[in-house]
């Protein structure tokens, strides 16, 4: 925990940051008036997850223009995502932010980050001032033990850019009641409740702090374990594998009638029929992709998911021409499991003028190469007379 002398500096910067604070743990969001944008979210949230540096430049417009705030990340938490960002890149610091001119809120942000990352002499040379504020140390935003929304958002932030559970520690250590955080009862229900609420948002979003509660359940005991088991129960009671799964890897087969090459564009259409065969004619494009979800993740979060298909045509022969082996459906790292994700090539199977009438089965199985399961899947197609 920082000293008496530092947290005073930390708290009432922080204050002057984030002048309007919606609940902590990341869960805070912009006004209801601004619509998220979605990609400007999950640049700021699952940054840690590549850190990619070509990102930031990114940002930074996000920044200047005030954009920044439709990405329903609070103001606390921004700071400390972009002040451990500016410790692991000084040397580009400076460059992201020269040459251009920012809004209140996103120059508070950003001279906060300096001086939070020891970079506090740019802030004269970038926006001609000095503050008074740098006349005060900065806090250890990884020992810090967060007493407000503000810090709790300021660690989540610091976490979105390292991928370091360490940063959230205390917050699940304070969901220990035999803990004295404050002294003061109500101030100390308060803070548990906080800390759980961000958790539990955030353990949805990020393998790694399901892990890292995983890792503290295991060590509890007591009050503190029931507390922790609870939270990971609720979270398990949440998913909802699809029919069609191996464990908690589960699968979909989506088909889809592909326009025709020479037509104008439109969005596919499904082949329908329901609880029957799907019904084609000669020279529709069938495009076949596959949803997954709840595959394992190595440790640094890398996922390979792949499948093999064919496809057995009504005289019950495999047709060779759509017969795939190792298809890569997913082989990157991902923040989370649970997410809904697809196939990332679609595969087509166009039916040919001589081909004969009659009903085609589509076979699918999907692999989950490090977690080692596996999900069958199958579909049919009635290709039509006419």
Do not use: C
Request: net charge negative; glycine share 8%.
């Amino acid at each position: 925990m920082p000293s008496g002398s530092e947290r005073p500096g930390l708290a009432s910067r922080v204050v002057q940051v984030e002048a309007s604070i919606a609940p902590s743990g990341g869960a805070a969001t912009a006004p209801r008036a601004i619509p998220i944008d979605p990609q400007l979210a999950q640049a700021i949230i699952y940054y840690y997850v590549r850190k990619d540096v070509s990102a930031i430049p990114l940002l930074m417009e996000a920044l200047r223009t005030g954009e920044v705030m439709r990405s329903g990340v609070s103001r606390a938490a921004l700071a400390g995502f972009f002040s451990m960002v500016f410790i692991q890149n000084r040397s580009r610091v400076e460059g992201w932010i020269r040459n251009g001119a920012y809004p209140g809120d996103s120059k508070a942000i950003l001279e906060f980050s300096l001086w939070q990352s020891g970079n506090a002499d740019l802030i004269d040379a970038l926006f001609h001032e000095r503050p008074d504020f740098l006349a005060t140390r900065p806090g250890n935003l990884f020992t810090l033990t967060p007493r407000s929304p503000v810090e709790m958002d300021l660690k989540w932030g610091a976490f979105y850019a390292t991928g370091n559970p360490g940063f959230i520690a205390a917050m699940v250590d304070s969901i220990d009641r035999s803990r004295i955080l404050t002294g003061s009862r109500e101030l100390d229900n308060a803070i548990r409740n906080m800390s759980a609420a961000g958790l539990a948002v955030n353990m949805r979003q990020h393998e790694l702090i399901e892990r890292f509660l995983r890792q503290r359940e295991a060590d509890a005991t007591g009050e503190y374990k029931q507390a922790l088991d609870a939270m990971l129960a609720a979270r398990a009671a949440e998913l909802k594998p699809a029919p069609d799964h191996d464990g908690e890897f589960s699968a979909e087969m989506e088909m889809m009638r592909l326009p025709e090459g020479n037509s104008a564009p439109e969005m596919p259409k499904p082949v329908s029929a329901d609880g029957g065969p799907q019904t084609a004619r000669r020279g529709d494009t069938i495009g076949i992709s596959v949803l997954f979800s709840g595959m394992a993740l190595a440790p640094d979060l890398s996922a390979d998911v792949s499948y093999d298909m064919k496809v057995t045509g009504p005289d019950g022969v495999i047709d060779s021409r759509s017969t795939q082996t190792d298809v890569q459906a997913l082989k990157q790292k991902v923040p989370t499991r649970f997410n809904v994700l697809d196939s990332r090539s679609t595969v087509s199977l166009h039916f040919e003028p001589d081909d004969k009438s009659g009903v085609y089965r589509v076979d699918i199985l999907l692999k989950d190469n490090i977690g080692g399961r596996k999900v069958a899947l199958s579909r049919s197609v009635e290709l039509l007379d006419k």
